[in-house]
């Protein structure tokens, strides 16, 4: 599978679990990081929790395991590294408050279709 792909999967797992404004930035261009941001929000800690696993699991199981992650389950910013893709799952306070989106403006928003 393609980077693009592994980040439908990714995407996917995370609308199963109600994630929030699940953005994606195609970083290819502007940086040698990753291929992929991707980027969403949960309302609770349970559903944050959720959204990790549901990621690691569909992740796992299309054949890309996670290189590391960060945060437990108190957290309310977990970072996922799988390489050529990196998703940041937030409470919606973190979010606005880190506001990744802004740091990476010079990267490229795409939508599922466009991958």
């Known amino acids: 599978m393609t980077s693009a792909?592994?980040?439908k999967t990714a995407v996917a797992a995370l609308e199963d679990r109600k994630a929030e404004d699940v953005t994606i930035i195609d970083i290819r261009e502007v940086s040698t990081v990753a291929d992929y941001f991707i980027i969403a929000n949960g309302t609770n800690q349970n559903q944050i929790q959720a959204m990790r696993?549901?990621?690691d699991e569909a992740l796992?199981?299309?054949g890309?395991?996670?290189?590391q992650v960060e945060g437990n389950a108190n957290s309310?910013?977990?970072?996922m590294d799988y390489?050529?893709?990196i998703i940041h799952i937030f409470s919606k306070e973190?979010?606005?408050f880190y506001d990744l989106e802004r740091i990476w403006r010079d990267g490229k928003r795409v939508?599922?279709?466009e991958l």
């Open 94 to 96: 973190d979010r606005l």
């Open 76 to 79: 309310t910013w977990i970072l």
């Open 60 to 62: 796992h199981k299309a």
């Open 64 to 67: 890309l395991p996670a290189r």
């Open 83 to 85: 390489n050529d893709i």
């Open 111 to 113: 939508t599922l279709e």
């Open 5 to 7: 792909e592994f980040c």
């Open 53 to 55: 696993d549901a990621c």
